[in-house]
């Protein structure tokens, strides 16, 4: 069965609170929607300014395969204004609801009958394709509902929308309302509002009780809590209705589309957004990485290729060793087994503190385990710092050097000082290492930020940098000044090596 697409992002998603678009972004989203195969296009409300108007006007002019339709209310005027832009339909707009009719219009339901004769034939007469909208039409008695409706049938109509204005359809509750409505000698339109979370589902069983046209918004934006979201719907359709209801839209360009409107209206996405969020094709999980890296279908029933998208594994507590080193190989560092597993160790601490491991992040702790694979004659055991107000910064260092503890103490200006002073307490004995420069910086912002510690050490004429990276800064201070005296000392053994090959 094939479906009809009526995108009103350019309407109701437009009505989303602090969302409005300019002509010219307008113009930019009705060109995207009429590329990926939309086959109606709400592109506002004429009535609404001037601006509204030249808007549409701007996209009437195009040429698009898509029919172009305003919105307006049933009354000459909005018809009028949808006239002025040139449109191919307009979507009329009648509450039907005795809750609008008693207290929004004050009126009667038939002076409302009366409205949907007199504006539909005047529309038609004006040579528009017309949609007849039931604002609230799930909160109308259905006898009242489907009288309306035939009135406007009788006069011309061409569609029939009952709208789920306020989103209080349930599933079944959807089924059973369009089955009723299928008597009526028209095609019809699911148009949901998403209000209990249930837009979707309640469009998709729309559909099946007798609908035949949706109205849908680019990432489900609109007033409240948002329309029915069309990237949902046409995945929705195309996996788990195995080719029973089909349209004419591009699948692979949908997620392309939802980048586009969200930079537009400024409506960004959860990142657990169905279909176009960006952790949907994302995986931590270490037994959901290695499932997805033997055979995709184990934790994907879409696959990311359909929308034109790409798998991600993503680096954290929850990681396991074969997902860890197929991110690695992705960001082309290549590492062997107890490398790898080093690595994985500090992700796993660095996510035991609550924080995440972006890329960046990941490579700086690779190239601080693959910098330590170098001779290490000096480790770091462990240090204690004590420093505060009216205490003198004071730190313990033990270090193993050639396999024999060393214990001492050191003061300074600050705890960084303190620590690196105990560490040249340390290893005066063998060696005479001076600190010329030092430098730190935060790789990712935020206060969970790796921080990265360079430092440029001499000894003699050697002159070298070294660095390291951890989450606190006294402990990346001393790695990178470790590391460099390892440095350096291999730099002196390298000498005497050669000193005896030269003899």
């Known amino acids: 069965m094939k479906i009809q697409i009526l995108d009103t992002t350019l309407r109701d998603g437009e009505q989303?609170?602090?969302?409005?678009?300019?002509?010219?972004?307008?113009?930019?989203?009705?060109?995207?929607?009429?590329?990926?195969?939309?086959?109606?296009?709400?592109?506002?409300?004429?009535?609404?300014?001037e601006g509204e108007k030249e808007a549409i006007k701007e996209i009437t002019k195009q040429g698009f395969d898509a029919e172009i339709s305003s919105f307006a209310r049933s009354v000459k005027k909005d018809i009028d204004a949808c006239l002025e832009c040139d449109v191919d339909a307009?979507?009329?707009?009648?509450?039907?609801?005795?809750?609008?009719?008693?207290?929004?219009?004050?009126?009667?339901?038939?002076?409302?009958?009366?409205?949907?004769?007199?504006?539909?034939?005047?529309?038609?007469?004006?040579?528009?394709?017309?949609?007849?909208?039931?604002?609230d039409a799930t909160r109308t008695d259905i006898n009242f509902l489907i009288k309306a409706f035939q009135t406007g049938i009788d006069c011309g109509a061409d569609r029939l929308c009952p709208c789920d204005t306020?989103?209080?359809?349930?599933?079944?509750?959807?089924?059973?309302?369009?089955?009723?409505l299928s008597v009526l000698d028209s095609?019809?339109?699911?148009?949901?509002h998403n209000d209990?979370?249930?837009?979707?589902?309640?469009?998709?069983?729309a559909i099946r009780g007798g609908a035949s046209e949706i109205h849908s918004t680019i990432n489900g934006i609109g007033e409240r809590a948002g329309n029915a979201a069309l990237e949902e719907i046409i995945v929705a359709f195309n996996n788990l209705y195995e080719g029973k209801y089909t349209t004419d839209i591009k699948i692979n360009q949908l997620y392309n589309t939802s980048k586009l409107v969200s930079r537009l209206t400024g409506v960004y996405l959860q990142p657990n957004k169905a279909i176009v969020g960006e952790n949907v094709f994302a995986h931590e999980s270490g037994i959901h990485a290695d499932g997805v890296i033997k055979n995709a279908s184990t934790y994907?029933?879409?696959?990311?290729?359909l929308l034109g998208r790409h798998r991600k594994f993503v680096v954290g507590k929850h990681t396991?060793?074969?997902?860890?080193?197929?991110r690695l190989k992705e960001l082309g560092i290549e590492v062997n087994k107890e490398q790898l597993y080093k690595i994985f160790e500090q992700v796993k601490s660095f996510g035991d503190k609550g924080k995440c491991v972006t890329d960046v992040d990941l490579q700086a702790i690779a190239d601080n385990v693959l910098e330590k694979e170098l001779k290490q004659k000096v480790n770091l055991e462990e240090f204690t710092v004590v420093s505060g107000n009216k205490?003198?910064?004071?730190?313990?260092?033990?270090?193993?050097?050639?396999?024999?503890?060393?214990?001492?103490?050191?003061?300074?200006?600050?705890?960084?000082?303190?620590?690196?002073?105990?560490?040249?307490?340390?290893?005066?004995?063998?060696?005479?290492?001076?600190?010329e420069e030092y430098h730190v910086d935060a790789i990712t912002g935020g206060a969970d930020a790796l921080i990265d510690v360079i430092v440029k050490l001499r000894k003699g004429d050697t002159i070298l940098s070294a660095r390291a990276t951890e989450p606190d800064i006294i402990n990346a201070s001393i790695e990178a000044y470790l590391s460099g005296v390892n440095r350096i000392l291999e730099v002196d053994e390298n000498k005497k090596e050669n000193k005896i090959i030269l003899k």
């Open 187 to 192: 095609s019809l339109s699911a148009h949901c």
């Open 300 to 305: 994907e029933s879409i696959t990311p290729e």
């Open 16 to 49: 989303t609170p602090g969302v409005s678009l300019t002509s010219s972004e307008k113009l930019r989203i009705a060109r995207k929607l009429d590329e990926i195969g939309v086959n109606m296009i709400e592109a506002g409300s004429a009535i609404t300014s």
């Open 391 to 435: 205490v003198t910064p004071t730190a313990s260092i033990k270090l193993k050097i050639d396999n024999k503890e060393v214990l001492e103490a050191g003061m300074g200006l600050g705890p960084v000082d303190a620590a690196i002073n105990a560490v040249n307490r340390s290893i005066n004995e063998f060696t005479n290492i001076k600190l």
């Open 196 to 205: 209990y979370g249930l837009a979707v589902a309640n469009t998709l069983q």
């Open 320 to 326: 396991g060793t074969k997902g860890l080193n197929n």
């Open 166 to 180: 306020v989103g209080v359809l349930t599933p079944e509750k959807s089924y059973e309302f369009y089955k009723k």
């Open 90 to 135: 307009v979507n009329l707009v009648v509450p039907t609801s005795d809750i609008h009719i008693n207290y929004k219009l004050k009126t009667t339901r038939d002076k409302v009958l009366d409205s949907i004769v007199s504006n539909v034939e005047y529309a038609k007469d004006h040579g528009l394709i017309v949609e007849l909208s039931a604002e």
